[in-house]
């Protein structure tokens, strides 16, 4: 039985990086071999080295929107900061939000939100609570939803994770994205796909590889706290997932022809061991996951895997672990401190084969 506590270590907090690198394919890669055990300290764009003719990888396309809105009580004018989650019903405008103070945000309040840069205003009611922190709302807006969506948009600022500690910036808006972000809706970065550039996109075109898309929209089930000792019995809240019939196909092509099969981050990895035949080849399928990836978790799609260094005891970190072995997972996070690796969204990245 995997158990928390076996997820646990200490992050040297000057390893945790706010700025991404200046180029991201010069981040820095450690290659684990599952097998021997080996560990090798790269460049990121060293990673088209460990790849060939008809290998496979996957990349998840979604796009982070400008999730966090701040605004005011409409009676007292406190502030209130709105970080919204995932939109519930699209004809009556309905958020689920997370709402910072959450004490002093209760059903009936209304919300104003104001552009100061343009006028625009728009103001939400809270129709119901969720958890401690989580609400829902209804926005009120007179004019199309293509409209709504773009004042709504204008209104937010990129979701920068709370442990960057500053506001971001114009520079933010493009660095905390892929280069594949395409499909708006997540609220934090597929970070492991933040490391490719154009180059080494046409070097994995020149050499054969096959790239795909999947969609994967990273919501709050990746970042609530694992409150449970025993595993099996947490729960992850859902998040909306796309595989399409083109994407399905070069990936069971590659399998069948017995190819390196990697996912580009652990969300990427969530969405294709969700929809397994029983063939075991992937599924094209839109719909929800709530699939938790641990220890002793039997992949079926993926073989190789390209992730970010994380915290412990985290979805992300404990899917790493499952997929390239507890043990050898603890070794080379004990040996990327040792060597100051960077760690989190904006730092750098390991490659396990």
């Given at each position: 039985?995997?158990?928390?506590?076996?997820?646990?270590?200490?992050?040297?907090e000057?390893?945790?990086?706010?700025?991404?690198?200046?180029?991201?394919?010069?981040?820095r890669?450690?290659?684990?071999?599952?097998?021997?055990?080996?560990?090798?300290?790269?460049?990121f764009?060293?990673?088209?080295?460990?790849?060939?003719?008809?290998?496979?990888?996957?990349?998840?396309?979604?796009?982070?929107?400008?999730?966090?809105?701040?605004?005011?009580?409409?009676?007292?004018?406190?502030?209130?900061?709105?970080?919204?989650?995932?939109?519930?019903?699209?004809?009556?405008?309905?958020?689920?939000?997370?709402?910072?103070?959450?004490?002093?945000?209760?059903?009936?309040?209304?919300?104003?939100?104001?552009?100061?840069l343009?006028?625009?205003?728009?103001?939400?009611?809270?129709?119901?609570?969720?958890?401690?922190?989580?609400?829902?709302?209804?926005?009120?807006?007179?004019?199309?939803?293509?409209?709504?969506?773009?004042?709504?948009?204008?209104?937010?600022?990129?979701?920068?994770?709370?442990?960057?500690?500053?506001?971001?910036?114009?520079?933010?808006?493009e660095?905390?994205?892929?280069?594949?972000?395409?499909?708006?809706?997540?609220?934090?970065?597929?970070?492991?796909?933040?490391?490719?550039?154009?180059?080494?996109?046409?070097?994995?075109?020149?050499?054969?590889?096959?790239?795909?898309?999947?969609?994967?929209?990273?919501?709050?089930?990746?970042?609530?706290?694992?409150?449970?000792?025993?595993?099996?019995?947490?729960?992850?809240?859902?998040e909306?997932?796309?595989?399409?019939?083109?994407?399905?196909?070069?990936?069971?092509?590659?399998?069948?022809n017995?190819?390196?099969?990697?996912?580009?981050?652990?969300?990427?990895?969530?969405?294709?061991?969700?929809?397994?035949?029983?063939?075991?080849?992937?599924?094209?399928?839109?719909?929800?996951?709530?699939?938790?990836?641990?220890?002793?978790?039997?992949?079926?799609?993926?073989n190789?895997?390209?992730?970010?260094?994380?915290?412990?005891?985290?979805?992300?970190?404990?899917?790493?672990?499952?997929?390239?072995?507890?043990?050898?997972?603890?070794?080379?996070y004990?040996?990327?401190i040792?060597?100051?690796?960077?760690?989190?969204?904006?730092?750098?990245?390991?490659?396990?084969?």
């Amino acid at each position: 039985m995997a158990k928390l506590g076996q997820f646990s270590f200490t992050v040297p907090e000057h390893l945790i990086s706010n700025k991404p690198a200046i180029y991201r394919d010069e981040s820095r890669l450690m290659v684990v071999h599952k097998d021997s055990g080996e560990i090798e300290h790269k460049k990121f764009k060293d990673i088209i080295n460990y790849f060939g003719e008809g290998d496979v990888t996957i990349v998840n396309n979604s796009k982070v929107f400008p999730a966090r809105l701040h605004g005011t009580k409409e009676k007292t004018g406190a502030k209130i900061e709105v970080f919204l989650l995932r939109e519930l019903n699209k004809e009556n405008l309905l958020w689920d939000v997370v709402v910072d103070p959450a004490r002093k945000v209760r059903i009936g309040n209304k919300l104003i939100f104001n552009n100061e840069l343009n006028g625009e205003m728009l103001v939400a009611e809270v129709i119901d609570n969720t958890t401690s922190k989580g609400r829902t709302i209804r926005f009120y807006f007179d004019g199309s939803y293509e409209e709504f969506q773009r004042v709504l948009h204008a209104m937010g600022s990129t979701p920068l994770p709370r442990y960057m500690e500053r506001e971001p910036d114009s520079d933010d808006e493009e660095s905390y994205q892929t280069i594949f972000a395409k499909q708006k809706g997540s609220i934090a970065a597929p970070a492991a796909g933040m490391h490719f550039s154009k180059e080494i996109l046409k070097w994995f075109e020149i050499k054969g590889v096959d790239l795909t898309e999947v969609t994967l929209h990273i919501g709050l089930a990746s970042f609530r706290g694992i409150e449970v000792e025993d595993l099996s019995k947490h729960k992850m809240e859902s998040e909306n997932f796309y595989v399409s019939p083109e994407a399905a196909k070069i990936v069971n092509q590659g399998i069948q022809n017995k190819k390196r099969i990697c996912a580009i981050g652990t969300s990427t990895l969530r969405a294709i061991e969700s929809s397994v035949s029983t063939l075991s080849e992937l599924l094209p399928i839109e719909g929800w996951t709530e699939k938790f990836i641990y220890p002793q978790y039997d992949f079926k799609i993926a073989n190789a895997l390209v992730t970010n260094f994380h915290a412990p005891k985290t979805p992300f970190y404990i899917a790493t672990t499952a997929f390239g072995g507890l043990e050898l997972i603890k070794k080379a996070y004990q040996v990327a401190i040792k060597e100051n690796y960077k760690f989190l969204d904006y730092g750098d990245v390991m490659l396990i084969i």
